[in-house]
């Protein structure tokens, strides 16, 4: 096997001569004497048959073959230091990957947004998300497929404490026929439309939701219906922050039931094994329950 004939401390040398602006500064930043990076950089030269800086006036500038050296190293040297960090939070127990089981309903940029700040704060740390549908969020927690869940039914056997109220709306874009009937809905007016339904993601599925129509498109991402809904398709029920843009922007817009207008529902946040529950899914519930009860407010 072959080895690199550069040495970790060499790239580093380089990398902070350029980015302190000279071999003086980058002595002081790195604690080193200035002899130190000299010969440094005159052994990956030498290494390397070619010259990393040449003399212009009283300052040592990049060659070409240099700015090529740096831009390597740096990076060399970046996954160096990426790979200490990752190596300290695993050795204090954080986790490699974080696997969560997140209800459709829950609206998915605030998810995302949990999902960016703890990226922010642990980047090497994997997330795998399941996307689940009724009792596939139950079963993702009751097969170990996941550490964590956030679903609108607690399984036999564990304890979750509430997240957040969701308001369910049943919407359709604003030509769509049954908006043009200037009336409030009954079933039967449903009943001769098309009804955008997404699949429940358990095997079983033997969950129930609210009634369904017979006339319906079944698909498997709320994405789907919600573009279809805006393609004037159908109608469907949705979570109210989900389409938060749509409903904005005029290209969905809730239809005028005469009962049953909205339903509310409430997300639990689930653990599959609470006590066993590592640092990164405890601060990634608390980054959940953050954004939950900052959307309430």
Same mark, same amino acid.
């Given at each position: ?57 009283r300052k040592a500038v990049l060659t070409a073959s240099g ?12 996954? +160096? ?8 939070? &695993?050795?204090?127990? $954080?986790? =490699? #990957?974080?696997?969560?089981?997140? %209800? ?18 642990h980047p090497d740390i994997r997330l795998e998300l399941y ?91 709320? +994405? ?8 004037? &398709?159908?109608?469907? $029920?949705? =979570? #109210?922050?989900?389409?938060?843009? %749509? ?51």
């Amino acid at each position: 096997m072959e080895y690199p004939r550069i040495s970790l401390s060499q790239w580093r040398a380089l990398v902070g001569i350029v980015e302190a602006g000279g071999y003086a500064q980058a002595a002081a930043r790195l604690h080193k004497s200035q002899s130190t990076l000299t010969y440094a950089i005159q052994q990956l030269e030498q290494l390397l048959g070619t010259k990393a800086f040449e003399v212009q006036g009283r300052k040592a500038v990049l060659t070409a073959s240099g700015e090529v050296l740096y831009r390597r190293g740096k990076a060399l040297v970046d996954e +160096a230091l990426q790979l200490e960090r990752s190596a300290k939070q &695993l050795a204090a127990g $954080w986790e =490699a #990957e974080i696997r969560l089981a997140v %209800e459709i309903i829950f609206p998915t940029w605030l998810l995302l947004e949990c999902f960016a700040q703890f990226g922010n704060e642990h980047p090497d740390i994997r997330l795998e998300l399941y996307e689940s549908v009724l009792g596939g969020t139950e079963e993702a927690l009751q097969e170990g497929r996941v550490d964590i869940a956030v679903g609108p039914f607690v399984p036999e056997g564990l304890l979750a404490d509430p997240l957040m109220r969701v308001r369910v709306v049943c919407a359709a874009h604003p030509d769509h026929p049954l908006h043009k009937l200037g009336r409030a809905l009954t079933r039967a007016d449903l009943r001769a439309h098309r009804h955008l339904v997404v699949r429940d993601s358990g095997s079983d599925r033997t969950r129930k939701t609210a009634w369904i129509n017979e006339r319906r498109w079944t698909v498997s991402h709320k +994405a789907t219906t919600i573009r279809a809904a805006v393609m004037g &398709l159908g109608y469907a $029920w949705f =979570a #109210e922050e989900t389409i938060r843009e %749509e409903l904005h922007a005029g290209q969905l817009k809730p239809l005028p039931l005469a009962e049953g207008r909205e339903r509310t529902g409430t997300l639990y946040l689930m653990y599959a094994d609470r006590d066993a529950a590592g640092p990164g899914v405890r601060r990634l519930a608390e980054l959940l329950r953050e954004g939950a009860v900052a959307l309430g407010d």
